[in-house]
């Protein structure tokens, strides 16, 4: 079992950044393909981005490539997202996710873990 504990969300204005942390507990953290996911009011939840075990590969959604990005240390158990540039079409709540399959799409049956989410405002 995989305990996600996600941090670093807040009310932020169009332009900010902000870095949400993963903390992982439980089984091996580096043998995890990692996500982001997010959900605004009144929409389905829907993929952020991923990346692959060793950093080897990374995957975004269009709307927040160039924008945001993944990263992961191993040693801290710890999945990042930098997001920079936010608009208040971020505004959401972000979810991290784990997948013991390695898979770095935007599936979201292809993850098996999830955590409770943090809340992401950005003003106009």
């Known amino acids: 079992q995989v305990q996600l504990v996600e941090s670093g969300g807040g009310l932020v204005q169009t332009g900010d950044s902000l870095r949400l942390s993963c903390a992982a507990s439980?089984?091996?953290?580096?043998?995890?393909?990692m996500g982001w996911f997010r959900q605004a009011p009144g929409k389905e939840r829907e993929f952020v981005a991923a990346?692959?075990?060793?950093?080897?590969?990374?995957n975004y959604a269009n709307p927040v490539k160039g924008r945001f990005t993944i990263s992961r240390d191993d040693a801290k158990n710890t999945v990042y997202l930098q997001m920079n540039s936010l608009r208040p079409e971020d505004t959401a709540v972000y979810y991290c996710?784990?997948?013991?399959?390695?898979?770095?799409?935007?599936?979201?049956?292809?993850?098996?873990?999830w955590g409770q989410g943090t809340q992401v405002t950005v003003s106009s």
């Open positions: 990346i692959s075990v060793s950093e080897t590969v990374t």
């Open positions: 996710a784990a997948s013991v399959t390695y898979y770095t799409g935007s599936r979201q049956n292809r993850y098996n873990y």
């Open positions: 439980g089984r091996t953290f580096s043998n995890y393909a």
